[in-house]
């Protein structure tokens, strides 16, 4: 029964607290197939191959099997996550001049103290609470603070663009089964409501410059040219979203696993230079991306012994490939000083995350920090409730009590 | 069992990338007995890519290139000391200062120098550069700083090219000359020479294919140079770039089979003796090593490439601490990357052991792209262009012998998916040596020519 396949039980909300066992077997059964025709991939050295391969396609237009997510979104473009080379090589390179190297190389670095500022006045605003909630009072805070500051969105309008990007999130959850097309029709809504929103914020700064993204976009031509107004809103669209949804759950997740290793955490406090090496296992050993859900193979290719058609959804379980054996010695193991540490939690390849010197700054400054201010702090509740989404998967709430009880 | 010799005398010489990443490796993998480094040079180890590329432009000092140390060595360092022989029954480094250092296991690391200007007084005049050393890159960068009218760049293998484009990058005037027929063809073949010939005059290279420099003109310090063509240009600067030199000279008597093609070793990286006969205490590594390899046909393969250096050097350290059974081969892909006229170029596999190329990825136009060598229809290396993403994936190919052409279907294929001739010239025709020499007899064009003794 349909309702039994693997996809399925790893998608059902009521294995969101441990999909470990599932992604487990994924590995063993090699690449399954699913009975809408996607096939799944759970293996780490498959899934790094798939991520390399130039036959695999991110732009779900060119699925042949029936995609009820594809050419919805009429008005605003894909934005360059789900397109291919040449363009979205053009697109990522044109966000890029405004946040990275070479054209902007201390963009993220410079954001350091920034960020370090914001995490204290969150901390500061634990004051006096006997229980936190890391996910209301810090982990979604911060993200979304520092993505607004970057793209220059007004903070005020977070309630706004929080609705957005809720439907946003759900919208491309690929739960089978339960009937998408009314999450995917609020979902393309919103995407354009928020592109809207964000396209007029970026005009109103057409010829005067204010030092953030949203205007380097509009102001800043390079060589290769400048994004067009409909390319500005759909990345600058991907950028806020991504920008935030996935690094409150690498915070939470973080402190989560810490949480439930109390020697790791220890250890942390006494060894705060191993924080990058611990972000590194962190997205090992619980990445907020836990499955690519929109390849595409355009060719019939074939995987561990397996041909998958030309056209066939393909999903990459990331997290999968991230606890397989075959790669990572004793891989269920939360070791905060583990070396080669050649994980997937930022995918692979030319896709491969964008906002990661971003987010990795971010959820080391934001540990560093709370782990020196909250001093024994307790899980009250093991597992947490988790969010809907199996795909950008972390805890809706995480709450923690402070000094020993 | 025996134990693992885990303790003992081990001699390292040449302290450069290959010895210090050995040395690291020895202490790594729990060596305990005493370790020396023996290096020519007075620097500790310091980085060689950068030199013909951010020293160049000014933007780094030569310096400051120096090779971070991954662990505490606990070595003893001869550094500015050579070794002038080597006695293999004795097991002794002999050093050009009169003393010797016995060793129970000994690594050759001493890389190769830069090939110089044939005609010693000319190449002695003031103004006449090669570019091998730190020193070399400090006086180079000094002098380009004091802006020259011209720079002649003899030689457009990768080396020449860098040169040739931080000159560019620098707004100086150059001429580059090259026997063969475009820049990097003894590496990439006629193709992406083509596309490396277009982008060098499209960067105001003024560049001079199928000549050779005849003189180099000066009266103590150069003024200009002469060609086979019957040209000259004036110019206080020239660089000359004509390939590297093998240090083996210090091993002329000990035996070994050790020439100008470099130490032959095993996969193991073990050197032969003279009689092709496997030493069992005598490693090489690096850009001095010359070792078969079973993904070219066990064509015997020298490379001047850095991971190379660094991934040979570990496999040595392994196996002169490791007994029979626990050694390792060293079978890495080769692959090294450039970066010239704001290109990235990366190369997987080697280019040169091929028939035919197809650009598999992207396009020639937009100098972006994937071409994809083959030899006898597997698929022996590909080389991108700003592009370097999908390597893994091609190296992946190379591994497993694929079939060539690659399998269609790429995202981003622009060019026609038709192979075409790889073109790669008999080295004999370049200015420039080949950064990867094929020092045994395939493919099919590559023979050993014996000269008759004059
Ligand atoms: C300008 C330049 C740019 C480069 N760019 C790139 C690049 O972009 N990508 C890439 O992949 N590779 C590049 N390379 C090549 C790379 O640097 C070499 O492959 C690497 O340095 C090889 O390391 P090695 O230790 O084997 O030899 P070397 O670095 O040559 O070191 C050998 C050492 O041994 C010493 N020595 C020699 N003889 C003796 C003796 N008798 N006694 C004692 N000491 C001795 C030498 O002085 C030297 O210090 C570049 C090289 C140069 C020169």
């Known amino acids: ?405 | 069992m025996l134990g693992e010799p885990r303790d003992g005398r081990i001699v390292v010489v040449g302290a450069s990338l290959a010895g210090l990443r050995a040395a690291e490796t020895l202490r790594a993998e729990g060596f305990t007995g005493s370790l020396t480094l023996i290096g020519e040079e007075t620097h500790p180890p310091y980085d060689r890519p950068p030199l013909s590329k951010q020293v160049l432009l000014g933007k780094v000092p030569a310096d400051r290139t120096g090779l971070p140390q991954r662990r505490r060595l606990d070595a003893d360092w001869k550094l500015g000391v050579r070794a002038g022989g080597l006695d293999p029954v004795g097991k002794r480094v002999l050093l050009d200062d009169g003393a010797d250092v016995p060793f129970d296991r000994l690594l050759i690391a001493t890389g190769t120098r830069a090939r110089p200007w044939p005609h010693p007084d000319e190449a002695a005049m003031d103004g006449v550069f090669t570019l091998r050393t730190s020193g070399d890159a400090a006086a180079l960068a000094a002098r380009l700083a004091a802006g020259p009218r011209r720079v002649l760049v003899v030689g457009a293998g990768f080396t020449g090219s860098e040169i040739a484009s931080a000159c560019r990058e620098r707004g100086l005037d150059v001429t580059v000359a090259e026997r063969g027929p475009a820049p990097l063809v003894g590496a990439l073949g006629g193709t992406l020479g083509e596309l490396a010939a277009k982008l060098q005059r499209a960067h105001g290279v003024d560049l001079r294919c199928g000549v050779t420099v005849t003189a180099l003109e000066g009266d103590g310090r150069l003024t200009g140079a002469q060609f086979s063509d019957g040209t000259r240009i004036d110019a206080d600067i020239a660089v000359i770039a004509l390939g590297a030199v093998r240090n083996t000279e210090w091993l002329a008597e000990s035996g070994l089979a050790a020439g100008p093609r470099g130490v032959t070793c095993d996969a193991g990286c073990r050197a032969f003796d003279m009689y092709g006969i496997v030493t069992d205490d005598i490693f090489a590594a690096g850009d001095v090593a010359r070792f078969p390899h079973p993904l070219f046909e066990y064509q015997l393969l020298s490379l001047e490439h850095w991971g190379n250096a660094v991934a040979q050097a570990e496999v040595a350290a392994h196996n002169m601490i490791s007994t029979g059974p626990r050694r390792r081969p060293h079978l890495t892909v080769p692959a090294f990357w450039s970066s010239q006229f704001g290109l990235n170029i990366k190369s997987v596999g080697v280019p040169t052991f091929s028939d035919q190329v197809v650009i598999a990825q992207g396009s020639l136009k937009d100098a972006r792209l994937v071409a994809v060598y083959g030899y006898r229809g597997r698929v022996t290396a590909a080389v991108s262009v700003n592009q370097a993403r999908s390597l893994e994936y091609y190296r992946h190919l190379i591994e497993t012998a694929a079939p060539f052409p690659p399998a269609p279907g790429a995202a981003d294929q622009r060019e026609s998916p038709v192979p075409v001739p790889s073109d790669v010239p008999d080295p004999k025709l370049l200015s420039h040596g080949p950064t990867v020499a094929l020092t045994g007899h395939l493919p099919d064009r590559r023979l050993t020519v014996v000269q008759p003794a004059r």
């Open chain 1, 1 to 405: 029964m349909a309702a039994d396949t693997l996809f399925h039980r790893i998608t059902d909300y009521a294995h969101r607290a441990d999909p470990y066992p599932l992604y487990a077997e994924l590995r063993e059964n090699g690449v399954a197939r699913q009975d809408d025709g996607s096939y799944l991939v759970g293996t780490y050295h498959d899934i790094a191959a798939l991520l390399h391969d130039p036959r695999i396609s991110s732009d779900r237009r060119h699925r042949t099997v029936p995609d009820g997510a594809a050419g919805t979104d009429e008005g605003v473009p894909p934005s360059f996550i789900g397109l291919d080379d040449p363009e979205h090589h053009r697109l990522r390179g044109l966000a890029m001049r405004s946040f990275g190297p070479p054209h902007t190389p201390d963009r993220i670095d410079g954001m350091h103290e920034d960020i370090t500022r914001i995490v204290r006045d969150l901390i500061a605003g634990f004051e006096g609470k006997e229980r936190i909630d890391v996910v209301d009072d810090f982990a979604y805070p911060l993200p979304v603070t520092v993505i607004c500051r970057l793209l220059g969105v007004p903070t005020e309008d977070e309630p706004r663009f929080r609705l957005w990007s809720d439907a946003i999130v759900a919208g491309f959850d690929p739960t089978p089964g339960d009937d998408p097309e009314e999450r995917q029709r609020a979902g393309t809504d919103a995407r354009k409501q928020m592109a809207l929103y964000l396209g007029e914020l970026a005009e109103g700064r057409r010829g005067h410059p204010s030092g953030d993204m949203l205007s380097a976009f509009v102001n800043d031509a390079g060589p290769e040219g400048q994004l067009t107004p409909l390319e500005t809103m759909a990345t600058a669209v991907l950028l806020l979203i991504a920008g935030h949804e996935t690094t409150v759950n690498l915070i939470t997740n973080g402190m989560l696993t810490l949480l439930r290793h109390p020697d790791a955490l220890e250890r942390l406090c006494r060894e705060p230079e191993l924080m990058p090496l611990a972000v590194e296992e962190l997205l090992r050993y619980e990445p907020p991306v836990q499955m690519l859900p929109q390849r595409t193979p355009l060719a019939d290719i074939e995987v561990a012994g397996r041909t998958i058609p030309k056209g066939s959804p393909l999903i990459l379980m990331l997290a999968a490939g991230n606890r397989d054996p075959q790669r990572f010695v004793d891989p269920d193991r939360f070791d905060p000083a583990r070396e080669d540490n050649q994980h997937l939690g930022f995918g692979s390849g030319v896709h491969s995350c964008f906002g990661a010197p971003l987010a990795r700054l971010e959820t080391q400054i934001a540990l560093h920090e709370l782990l020196r201010h909250l001093d024994t702090p307790r899980l009250i509740e093991d597992p947490p409730e988790y969010r809907r989404s199996p795909v950008l998967r972390g805890p809706r709430h995480l709450l923690i009590g402070r000094g020993g009880v």
